[in-house]
């Protein structure tokens, strides 16, 4: 009976170990929107092992051509690279890219950008693993 009672609890905990880990792996995803007008850019930001983090969304141009840049920090660290998506009016681009800063800590901060082709800047968002703030 002992037997059998401590197999339970273990399990009643494997279960609720579980739980939380799902619940975790839910807050890791950060949701994000850009506008002017009505063209926008929706989407989201993965944040990975801490080092990593991906954006994904989708580019929808309106009036002109717009384009979103993203970039990443950690204190007085950035991403490397500044990756930049574009579309045309009538085209709805669809983007995925990653960013990494190998140091402790990694990606804390995302940058988004959204701006024309001579870089008006029309919109811009900081993002943390808690949400996001105009920026």
């Known amino acids: ?23 975790a792996e839910a807050a890791t995803t950060t949701h994000w929107q850009l506008t002017y007008g009505a063209s926008k850019a929706v989407g989201t930001i993965a944040w990975g092992d801490g080092r990593t983090a991906g954006v994904s969304g989708t580019i929808h141009a309106v009036s002109g051509f717009r384009q979103v840049c993203f970039w990443g920090i950690n204190g007085g660290t950035s991403t490397p690279d500044t990756p930049c998506w574009a579309t045309f009016p009538g085209v709805d681009t669809p983007f995925s ?39």
Request: some cysteine; hydrophobic content about 40%.
């Open 97 to 135: 890219d990653s960013l990494t800063i190998n140091v402790p800590g990694g990606v804390n901060t995302i940058y988004l950008n959204f701006s024309d082709q001579y870089h008006h800047e029309f919109d811009q968002q900081r993002c943390t693993r808690s949400g996001c703030v105009a920026g």
């Open 1 to 23: 009976m002992r037997v059998l009672r401590a197999l339970l609890a273990t399990v009643a905990v494997a279960g609720t170990l579980l739980t939380a880990t799902t619940a």
